[in-house]
């Protein structure tokens, strides 16, 4: 019974997204370009992505380094 409740809600969510960006295009479809602002627009979602594959390379080098030392760390209790 929960589960078809939870269902009904995420299906009714799910329109609502989908059916938002329509409805909010209805109007000047160049308001942003028109007003400058699609550049700032632009920049953010740049410096979002920069700071996430900077992030990802961040997390790997610290990965390759932890894997290196348990690998060395292996390699003494084996010898």
Do not use: C
């Amino acid at each position: 019974m929960k589960f078809f409740r939870m269902r009904k809600v995420f299906t009714i969510i799910l329109f609502m997204a989908i059916s938002l960006p329509s409805l909010m295009a209805q109007g000047n479809r160049d308001f942003m370009r028109e007003s400058g602002k699609i550049y700032v627009v632009v920049g953010v979602i740049g410096l979002i992505f920069l700071g996430i594959v900077s992030y990802l390379v961040y997390l790997e080098r610290k990965l390759t380094k932890l894997e290196h030392q348990l690998k060395d760390d292996k390699n003494e209790w084996t010898n």
